[in-house]
Antibody, heavy 117, light 112 residues
C-alpha cells in the first residue's frame, strides 16, 4: 500500500521560501502524477500543482510565479518550493498521488506550515 | 478557473437516513478525451481528504457501496444511502478536467 509523508520546516519567515518534500513508500514514484494541495485552517482545499516523474509540471496560475516542483526518483521523493511567502500561505500542505486518471487516491497526512516572523 | 458550487453547505442527517450533496460547475466538465473528471472526497475531522468517487460515479478502492455518484455536464450529486456515524465530516467535489483543478467549498455532514 503506497504511503506518502510530507516533511519540512513548520515555520517560515515572510518573504522567504517554503520548502517541502514528500517521501513515497510502498511503491515506486515512477510513472505517476504527484500533486500538492493546501488547506488554510478551517477553510477549503486549493490545488497547487502537479508533477510527472518525467519532470513535466502543471501549476495553478494563481501561484505559478512562485512555485517550483521537482522529483527525485532515486530517493522516491518529490518536492515543493514556494517563494516570497506571506501569512496568506499559512496552511496545511498535502501531497497526493493520482490513482486513476485525475483522481487523487493517495494522500499524505499533511504538514502545517506557518508563515510568521 | 472553473468554479465549483456545492449545496447545501451543511447537512444534518439522522443515522440510517439518506443524504445527498449537489455540486454544480461553472462550465461543462466533459474533457476533450470524452471523460468527465469529477470526483468526490471526504475529509473526516483531523484527517486528510480521502477519495470516494472518481469520474462521476466510480467508487475508489475500499469505499462502501452506500456511497454513489451521478450526474453529467455541469450537475453532479453524491448520495449516501444510509448515513453511519463514521460518515461525519466535510465532503468536497473536485474537477480535474481543466487546469487549475478546483474544489467546491465543502459540505459538512453531521448527525442530528
Amino acid at each position: 500500500q503506497v504511503q506518502l509523508q510530507e516533511s519540512g520546516p513548520g515555520l517560515v519567515k515572510p518573504s522567504e521560501t517554503l520548502s517541502l518534500t514528500c517521501t513515497v513508500s510502498g511503491g515506486s514514484i515512477s510513472s505517476y502524477y504527484w500533486s500538492w494541495i493546501r488547506q488554510p485552517a478551517g477553510k477549503g482545499l486549493e490545488w497547487i500543482g502537479r508533477i510527472y516523474t518525467s519532470g513535466s509540471t502543471n501549476y495553478n496560475p494563481s501561484l505559478k510565479s512562485r512555485v517550483t516542483m521537482s522529483v527525485d526518483t532515486s530517493k522516491n521523493q518529490f518536492s515543493l518550493k514556494l517563494s516570497s511567502v506571506t501569512a496568506a500561505d499559512t496552511a496545511v500542505y498535502y501531497c497526493a498521488r493520482e490513482s486513476s486518471p485525475r483522481g487523487l487516491g493517495y494522500w499524505g497526512q499533511g504538514t502545517l506550515v506557518t508563515v510568521s516572523s | 478557473d472553473i468554479v465549483m458550487t456545492q449545496t447545501p453547505l451543511s447537512s444534518p442527517v439522522t443515522l440510517g437516513q439518506p443524504a445527498s450533496i449537489s455540486c454544480r460547475s461553472s462550465q461543462s466538465l466533459v474533457h476533450s478525451d470524452g471523460n468527465t473528471y469529477l470526483s468526490w472526497l471526504q475529509q473526516r475531522p483531523g484527517q486528510p481528504p480521502r477519495l470516494l468517487i472518481y469520474k462521476i460515479s466510480n467508487r475508489f478502492s475500499g469505499v462502501p457501496d452506500r456511497f454513489s455518484g451521478s450526474g453529467a455536464g455541469t450537475d453532479f450529486t453524491l448520495k449516501i444511502s444510509r448515513v453511519e456515524a463514521e460518515d461525519v465530516g466535510v465532503y468536497y467535489c473536485m474537477q480535474a478536467t481543466q487546469f487549475p483543478w478546483t474544489f467546491g467549498q465543502g459540505t459538512k455532514v453531521e448527525i442530528k
